[in-house]
């Protein structure tokens, strides 16, 4: 090993000691400046220097050339989690974590970028419900079906019994409007009984139309035009059926109306005319011969006003006047009394509206009907009316009906009679393509005279429908009326097919 004397080494040390101050002396005067004063002296472990500004380059005023490097965007540090805060913290210790907005959540018109359906539908998708598209024609869509059922019927009354079997073809249809402002709706269905065997008794066709024309007058006004027909024969059970009959009359209704509807803040207001003619076919006897019912026909009109005061939107109490004429195409009946009359009532009640959960209304009265024969007595009567649908669950709809009339006899001392008329109906969704039907109804009617006896009337019945296509249904139902008073009673049964479009 070599070793250098003392005096040698010296001008060693001058020469790096000059070389250190002059690095020193010519180095950039912005790096000397950036330097803050406050550096801590550095340690033997070299950890990295930091400012105990927490504003560090916030507020720096120094002059920069606008073209120098300095100015142009710097990309961002990635901050090390690891690190002992080489880097400043986007946020005060204290202050809540700024969070990036959930785009799902944000209100749709602040959305930089909205969703847009896929090709397929996406979120916009049409759910398919199994039923028929029906038939378009220009703006409006017709849903037909025509039904055919095989049927069997046995009656038993005091006298003795009858059987029947039958067929039943039945047509209905639905046509509603496509439009953008006004809406039609017409609804129709017909049925038509042929007996297997070739005798006639009992057969009893029926059809009834109705038309409901709602125009938006706009300013919280609405216009109904309504028009109907109806058409059935009289039940042997009815007060008015003709005794011995082999076949009863037919009854034809033709029905006519406009209402006008107005909301005026809280306040609802409704007024309505309704016109009604009813023509009536001749019945036929034992032996074949035709027994008129021609003093029967008659002019019907009634008008009805309604006030309601919204307390909120799913409940509407409110007030109901009506008042009626009805006139009949001869002055006196076959029996000389004079049948043409007058009624007036009013109800209170209240409308509801909670969405498929419960709908409808409920209302109690009282109703009048004064006859123009001083012999026939005025009729007085406490009414019930309403007509509700709960559905207590999805799949499942129990509704309830009420409605009490004054009815008219055909003929003799007496004027009429008090009809009451309690109806319930069960639908349960079984399986997506299975339904059960459960219905039960109650009528009683007072006769206000010590001559008749009043009569209570019920009706139960059962059926089930299974949809085998979109485009076919196969149902089968079961029904039973009985009269205590009367002691008649009447079993029905059928099964059959129907095909919708």
């Not at 920069?64 to 540090?77: L, M």
């Not at 959540?105 to 979120?123: C, H, K, L, M, Y």
């Not at 076959?334 to 009013?346: D, F, H, K, L, P």
């Not at 209170?348 to 007595?377: F, H, I, N, P, T």
Request: with cysteine; net charge negative.
């Amino acid at each position: 090993m070599v070793f250098h004397s003392t005096a040698r080494r010296l001008p060693t040390w001058r020469k790096a000691a000059l070389v250190l101050l002059a690095c020193t002396v010519l180095c950039p005067a912005t790096l000397g400046f950036a330097q803050s004063t406050t550096q801590t002296q550095a340690t033997p472990t070299a950890r990295p220097l930091t400012s105990a500004d927490p504003f560090l380059g916030q507020n720096d005023l120094s002059v920069i050339d606008p073209d120098s490097a300095s100015r142009q965007p710097k990309a961002p540090v990635a901050t090390d989690t690891v690190t002992t805060g080489s880097t400043r913290p986007q946020s005060n210790p204290g202050e809540a974590i700024p969070e990036d907005g959930d785009q799902a959540i944000e209100p749709v018109d602040t959305r930089e970028n909205t969703f847009e359906t896929t090709v397929d539908g996406g979120e916009n998708a049409t759910i398919d419900d199994g039923t028929p598209s029906g038939i378009r024609i220009g703006t409006l869509t017709l849903r037909p079906s025509i039904s055919q059922t095989l049927n069997h019927e046995s009656k038993t009354f005091p006298g003795g019994s009858t059987s029947r079997n039958y067929l039943t073809t039945g047509i209905r249809g639905t046509l509603t409007s496509d439009w953008s402002r006004h809406a039609l709706t017409v609804t129709g269905d017909g049925a038509y009984q042929r007996n297997l065997g070739g005798s006639s008794a009992g057969e009893e066709p029926s059809a009834n139309i109705a038309a409901d024309l709602r125009l938006d007058l706009g300013d919280g006004t609405q216009a109904n035009l309504t028009a109907g027909y109806a058409f059935s024969r009289e039940d042997t059970n009815d007060p008015n059926a003709v005794s011995g009959a082999s076949v009863q009359g037919g009854e034809h209704i033709f029905t006519a109306g406009a209402s006008v509807e107005r909301n005026v803040g809280i306040l609802k207001a409704l007024a309505a005319l309704d016109l009604s003619r009813t023509v009536y076919t001749d019945a036929k006897g034992v032996n074949g011969q035709a027994i008129s019912l021609a003093d029967r026909d008659r002019y019907g009109a009634n008008i009805r006003g309604r006030l309601g005061y919204e307390l909120s939107p799913a409940l509407i109490p409110f007030l109901e006047v009506t008042a009626g004429l009805t006139n009949y195409d001869q002055s006196r009946d076959n029996t000389g009394y004079e049948r043409s009359s007058q009624s007036y009532g009013a109800k209170v009640g209240a409308q509801m509206d909670l969405g498929e959960k419960l709908k409808g209304e409920a209302a109690v009265g009282y109703l009048r009907k004064g006859y123009d024969d001083s012999r026939l007595s005025a009729i007085d009567a406490l009414t019930t009316d309403g007509n509700i649908v709960w559905s207590p669950q999805r799949g499942t709809d129990v509704s309830f009906g009420l409605r009490t009339t004054i009815e008219d006899f055909a003929g003799g001392s007496r004027g009429g009679w008090i009809s009451r008329q309690f109806t319930t109906g069960l639908t349960q969704q079984l399986r997506s393509d299975l339904v059960a039907r459960l219905t039960a109804g109650i009528e009683r009617r007072s006769y206000l005279t010590s001559s008749l006896n009043d009569e209570t009337e019920y009706v139960a019945g059962a059926g089930l429908t299974w949809s085998i296509n979109r485009y076919l249904d196969l149902t089968t139902d079961i029904a039973y009326e009985v009269t205590p008073v009367t002691d008649n009673r009447t079993w029905r049964i059928g099964a059959g097919l129907i095909l919708k479009r």
